[in-house]
């Protein structure tokens, strides 16, 4: 069974370009999670989505970020404007209806912006 | 509001030492604990987890056991290998059952073994 996919793993941009960070789930698993780990630092929570809803985005900054988990297709992470504070790895994570506190994490995009 | 604290790092231990990371909790009500690990370049991998009071979460050697007395979950291994070099994670999430609370995440403790 394929675990969670994260594409691209790697992603460098430019001050005001704006990143696409892609979070397919496990197959079966209808809850999205991604976490921010800024270096030398542990995760911390940006929002939570289900299927076509955003439930928790109380750990999203309020400018330039946006999340969305739709019908169809993987979880959207979407950067506008990079700046270099933005610079960090992005996790995302899933979990089955089941059990929804256990969350299985996917290897993660880095991000640089030069 | 929620947290975890973890043992600062780094930790450095010669091959088949006895390891402990301790973490301490603060959370309401009744959390599920867990500790997940990160190797260098990899996300994160859940590696054990303990949803009630005395539950002892157990997985590929390392063991840890959910004190409430104590608002603790350390975490132990009898004897670490070069190939449990990384980063420690311990973290907690909501009231347990199927109730939604995002999981917080401790620092990180840094384990590197050597030969």
């Known amino acids: 069974n394929a675990g969670v996919m994260q594409n691209p793993r790697h992603l460098v941009r430019r001050r005001g370009q704006e990143a696409r960070l892609r979070c397919s789930p496990v197959?079966?698993?209808?809850?999205v999670y991604w976490y921010r780990q800024l270096p030398e630092e542990g995760l911390k929570f940006m929002v939570y989505?289900?299927?076509?809803?955003?439930?928790?985005e109380s750990g999203m900054p309020k400018e330039r970020f946006s999340a969305e988990f739709p019908k169809e297709g993987p979880s959207i992470l979407r950067i506008q404007q990079v700046v270099r504070g933005d610079s960090a790895a992005y996790f995302c994570?899933?979990?089955?209806?089941?059990?929804?506190?256990?969350?299985?994490f996917g290897p993660g995009t880095r991000l640089l912006v030069l | 509001g929620n947290s975890v604290t973890q043992m600062e790092g780094p930790v450095t231990l010669s091959e088949e030492a006895f390891l402990t990371i301790n973490c301490t909790y603060t959370?309401?009500?009744?959390?599920?604990l867990f500790w997940y690990v990160q190797y260098p370049g990899e996300g994160l991998q859940l590696l054990l987890k303990?949803?009630?009071?005395?539950d002892k979460g157990s997985n590929k050697g390392f063991e840890a056991t959910y004190r409430k007395e104590t608002t603790s979950f350390h975490l132990e291994k009898g004897s670490v290998q070069v190939s449990d070099s990384a980063v420690y994670f311990c973290?907690?999430?909501?009231?347990?059952?199927?109730?939604?609370?995002?999981?917080?995440f401790g620092p990180g403790t840094s384990l590197s073994v050597i030969p």
């Open positions: 989505l289900q299927k076509e809803n955003i439930i928790d």
């Open positions: 303990a949803t009630k009071a005395d």
């Open positions: 197959k079966g698993h209808s809850h």
């Open positions: 994570a899933s979990s089955p209806p089941s059990s929804p506190q256990t969350q299985y």
């Open positions: 959370a309401t009500g009744y959390p599920s």
């Open positions: 973290a907690l999430s909501g009231q347990g059952g199927t109730s939604y609370d995002k999981v917080i």
